[in-house]
């Protein structure tokens, strides 16, 4: 395809120009729009960007060609075209030096050459060049649309995009992860700056474009999704892309936002099947939760897990769960419990924090649990949901006397917890101790045992709970826990 440039102009040989001085050759390969032709001393206010003037130097006489050179400098016209043997048998020295001085092309029009077949052969490659762009974007929509019937139409229909734009195009997912890149991975050292600027416009949650720049390369940026759900984005290196390139990129980021809205519908099945899974989990069924798991996801964390409560469902952080998901299969599991969201973590991963900052949803955090146990880890996490940001539980009175009845059990089995891995009388012996005043004689009288036992056990069950049982604050913790777990 040939480009309507300065120099595929004076390449046409029926023309017969000559360029005057040598210039770089990117200004011969700069777009030129047209040529137009004017004698005034400063044509400038008539002119547009991306043109070549004609002139036969009549002027001259009225103006410096220092001045008349720098006028159309600052214009941005592309080059300067003198016929001779109109007014002036030559180019006038004084112009040759303005042009080589500005760096700005002149080149010779002769006196057998009208300046109407030059303004014709521009319009003429500038047509060309559009009917070619044309049918170069039908033909691009062509083949990015039959992409997208193959088995994988998403990466193929990017793929093709890739191609036919000659440029790396990426495919970026609701968590703000790189889900299709082409032709290749990016270096690390765009990847990361580029990704971390598609996930902060993800995070502000509009739609949106943006030209990023990131590894020593721009970046062009276009969001995928309506305002407040956000499925992605679509990114292409490069920024010189015409009207007909635009539009090739438009049904891309069509079919992307399409097939990423058609996931998000899907989520709903998916969101039934992720509940059944954890039901399974919280009913003992692990080895069922874990098979569908391992069918339809990869496998669960592996034990022991942390359990994560985030009140509410939205659609739009379940489509973003949806995301994180599928880049860390086996690292994290999530689904719906009731008015709340369930995520379980290996017990070295931390919640993904778009969770609260871009969706400003709560996070609880349970301490690292088995499978066997994981609906008082369930309890425990949603004991832990703090007003903003992240908390992860630790058992104390403070949980016991804020929280409603859930989260008052979670908090009790937590405390009393090393009463029963010990196992044995103790917890038996400081209910009764407690239920006659904490007087020793009085619980060895009711229990049948020696006053000095019931000291004994006393004091161990004081060491095992990181309690002072002597102390009004130690004993009524215990109080309300063994209150709490004997309701």
């Known amino acids: 395809m040939i480009e309507p440039t300065l120099g595929a102009l004076l390449e046409q040989r029926d023309l017969h120009l000559r360029l005057v001085a040598p210039v770089p050759r990117a200004r011969l390969d700069a777009e030129l729009r047209w040529a137009h032709s004017s004698d005034l001393p400063d044509p400038s206010p008539f002119l547009d960007d991306h043109v070549a003037l004609l002139t036969t130097g009549s002027q001259f006489d009225r103006t410096s060609a220092g001045?008349?050179?720098?006028?159309?400098?600052?214009?941005?016209?592309?080059?300067?075209?003198?016929?001779?043997?109109?007014?002036?048998?030559?180019?006038?020295?004084?112009?040759?030096?303005?042009?080589?001085?500005?760096?700005?092309?002149?080149?010779?029009?002769?006196?057998?050459?009208?300046?109407?077949?030059?303004?014709?052969?521009?319009?003429?490659?500038?047509?060309?060049?559009?009917?070619?762009?044309r049918s170069w974007a039908l033909s691009a929509q062509r083949s990015v649309s039959l992409a997208a019937l193959r088995d994988d139409p998403l990466p193929a229909a990017i793929g093709e995009l890739a191609r036919q734009l000659g440029?790396?195009?990426?495919?970026?997912?609701?968590?703000?992860?790189?889900?299709?890149?082409?032709?290749?991975?990016?270096?690390?050292?765009?990847?990361?700056?580029?990704?971390?600027?598609?996930?902060?416009?993800?995070?502000?949650?509009?739609?949106?474009?943006?030209?990023?720049?990131?590894?020593?390369?721009?970046?062009?940026?276009?969001?995928?999704?309506?305002?407040?759900?956000?499925?992605?984005?679509?990114?292409?290196?490069?920024?010189?892309?015409?009207?007909?390139?635009?539009?090739v990129v438009t049904t891309v980021v069509a079919m992307a936002g399409f097939a990423l809205e058609r996931a998000s519908d899907l989520a709903g099945g998916h969101a039934a099947l992720r509940a059944g899974v954890l039901r399974a989990l919280t009913g003992g069924d692990v080895a069922l939760a874990r098979s569908i798991a391992v069918a339809a996801w990869g496998s669960l964390p592996a034990e022991p897990v942390r359990v994560g409560v985030i009140p509410g469902r939205a659609s739009d952080l379940v489509h973003y769960l949806e995301a994180r998901a599928s880049h860390a299969p086996g690292s994290i599991f999530f689904a719906p419990d009731r008015d709340h969201m369930v995520i379980l973590l290996d017990e070295g991963e931390d919640p993904p924090e778009p969770i609260w900052t871009r969706f400003g949803a709560p996070v609880g955090l349970s301490r690292p649990t088995a499978y066997a146990h994981l609906g008082a880890a369930i309890d425990e996490a949603r004991a832990a949901v703090p007003s903003a940001g992240v908390a992860t539980f630790s058992p104390g009175s403070a949980d016991l006397f804020r929280s409603v009845s859930p989260d008052q059990l979670a908090a009790a089995r937590a405390l009393l917890e090393p009463l029963r891995l010990v196992g044995g009388s103790l917890e038996q012996h400081l209910r009764a101790w407690l239920d006659h005043d904490a007087s020793n004689d009085r619980t060895a009288e009711a229990l049948g045992i020696h006053r000095h036992t019931v000291r004994a056990h006393i004091l161990r069950a004081g060491e095992l709970l990181d309690l002072d049982l002597s102390s009004f604050a130690g004993r009524a913790s215990v109080w309300a826990a063994l209150r709490v777990s004997r309701e």
């Not at 010779?108 to 030059?118: G, H, Q």
């Open 67 to 133: 001045e008349y050179v720098d006028r159309l400098v600052s214009r941005g016209v592309q080059a300067l075209g003198f016929g001779t043997g109109v007014v002036m048998p030559t180019i006038p020295a004084d112009l040759v030096a303005a042009c080589e001085r500005s760096g700005l092309p002149l080149f010779e029009v002769p006196y057998r050459t009208p300046f109407l077949a030059v303004s014709r052969a521009c319009a003429d490659a500038a047509a060309a060049h559009a009917f070619a762009r």
């Open 167 to 247: 440029a790396w195009v990426g495919l970026f997912d609701a968590a703000g992860d790189v889900a299709v890149a082409r032709p290749s991975d990016l270096p690390a050292a765009a990847s990361a700056p580029l990704a971390y600027a598609v996930s902060g416009m993800l995070d502000a949650g509009v739609p949106s474009a943006d030209t990023i720049s990131a590894g020593g390369s721009d970046f062009q940026v276009q969001t995928l999704g309506r305002g407040g759900a956000l499925r992605g984005a679509l990114a292409i290196r490069g920024t010189d892309t015409d009207q007909e390139a635009r539009a």
